[in-house]
């Protein structure tokens, strides 16, 4: 096979291209479907004839009253409540959701899910759905599953085959390139009682620093710092992540910044079920990003395509005029502000592998098509049961051609309690895209200046 050399100056395995059952590309004929039957990222671009529309490119034209300062106001403000499936109705509905969906519905007497006109607004850089078209006939699967080779920005598996290249799709999805955010994080008791931990993350993918050099940390996808902010007795505590694209070959290196101490020391409980960071216990580090880290705890099963209804378009949850006492409520937040579509969605199902260790035995995912964004995911324990129910309340940052979420929650179905993350409405300067970064601003000796109190 005959090497792109643009795939390996973006941050290619190459020593590893061809080691280990490397499965993955398709056909130049199939790969053809793409920007025809499928859309450039692999949705079916047709719609279902009935809710939901053919894909037309997305959105990507700014609304009046947006004033390119990273407060993203409602594009679809005029837009009405189709209907709204809750107590009375949820059997009618439940071929359309998930079981952790209709579980919600069902303990709590106030959930709801507010339908409104499916819109299909996702859409992505050029650059980034003509870097996913070449992935189509080049990126591998490679050890087992557990890295990517020949292997250059964007989605790497737009026509996926199996389970674990869907995942990665999820892991590798473009978020910006280098973006910086401050939002907010509350884990509400039973009765609804919160206080906010404030994040200020950056996240800058190895392409997109200032001084990159394709054959510097080869291995790493992407750099992650998240500066805690308040409250006072947190704040200066710095999490610092260098992504491995092969985390069974090079696992995740982390490292935290303890502004008490005054010490920087190596974290390897940053992975797969160690504790979220300030979470109160109320999710594992693969919880953030709905989901993130290595797959090779779990089996992955592709059971298929299936329409459902997902959170979408959710421009009201990042409305400034909403305060965060109006939007958490005991139990689930305030349902009155969300907005769910029907959407097609892959279903994935991780089982846990014999011999392996991880508080969540099985679960069940659900990726939007055109995003590739985990929506839905039910969690299952080690003994059978539903315990945990995320759901992204996704948007499109159309200025940026960017989709991403407005804000992510986990709910506990045995406690009650529930952790948001990602909240911006009563955050100054929320979304900064295109932030300027170097490889020296990721090291662990830049982590003490970065928690400075």
């Known amino acids: 096979m005959k090497l792109n050399k643009k795939l390996l100056a973006s941050g290619v395995l190459a020593a590893t291209l061809f080691a280990g059952n490397a499965v993955g590309a398709v056909s130049a004929e199939e790969a053809a479907k793409l920007g025809k039957s499928l859309t450039p990222i692999g949705a079916e671009k047709a719609g279902n004839g009935d809710e939901i529309p053919a894909w037309d490119g997305g959105l990507k034209q ?36 998930s079981a952790g969906q209709i579980a919600m519905i069902k303990r709590y007497d106030d959930y709801k899910m507010p339908v409104y006109k499916t819109r299909r607004t996702a859409t992505y850089p050029q650059s980034i759905m003509d870097e996913t078209v070449e992935n189509a006939t080049s990126a591998q699967l490679i050890k087992d599953g557990n890295g990517i080779g020949n292997y250059q920005n964007a989605t790497p598996f737009p026509i996926p085959t199996n389970g674990v ?46 001084d990159f050099e394709p054959d510097k940390d080869p291995n790493v996808l992407f750099y992650f710092k998240q500066v805690i902010t308040a409250p006072a007795r947190l704040a200066g505590n710095v999490l610092l992540v260098h992504e491995t694209l092969d985390q069974v070959k090079e696992a995740r290196r982390a490292w935290v910044y303890n502004a008490g101490q005054r010490r920087v020391r190596r974290a390897p409980q940053v992975a797969y079920d160690g504790p979220g960071t300030a ?154 895209f295109g932030v300027e970064r170097s490889s020296r601003e990721y090291t662990p000796a830049a982590l003490r200046r970065s928690g400075v109190r």
Do not use: C
């Open 62 to 97: 700014a609304p009046a009253g947006y004033n390119d300062d990273g407060i993203y106001v409602n594009p679809f403000p005029d837009d009405e409540v189709l209907f709204t499936i809750d107590q009375s109705n949820v059997d009618q509905y439940a071929e359309n959701l």
């Open 165 to 210: 290249e869907v995942i990665w799709n999820h892991i590798t999805r473009y978020r910006g390139g280098s973006v910086a955010r401050n939002v907010g994080q509350v884990t509400p008791t039973t009765d609804g009682a919160f206080s906010v931990v404030k994040f200020q993350d950056e996240f800058t993918w190895r392409t997109s620093l200032e």
């Open 279 to 432: 979470a109160d216990g109320m999710r594992t580090t693969d919880n953030f990003d709905m989901y993130n880290g290595a797959p090779d705890r779990y089996n992955w099963e592709l059971v298929g395509k299936k329409e459902m209804y997902i959170p979408y378009n959710s421009y009201k949850l990042v409305d400034r005029s909403l305060d965060y006492d109006e939007l958490i409520k005991a139990g689930h937040i305030n349902q009155d502000y969300t907005r769910y579509e029907l959407h097609r969605v892959w279903h994935v199902r991780a089982t846990l592998k014999e011999g392996d260790r991880h508080i969540y035995a099985q679960r069940d995912f659900y990726f939007d098509e055109d995003t590739w964004q985990a929506s839905v995911i039910d969690h299952y324990d080690g003994r059978g049961e539903l315990w945990r129910v995320a759901e992204a309340h996704a948007m499109q940052f159309y200025d940026q051609e960017v989709p991403w979420y407005a804000i992510e929650v986990l709910y506990d179905l045995l406690s009650g309690r529930y952790l948001a993350l990602g909240l911006t409405n009563e955050e100054n300067d929320p979304y900064d």
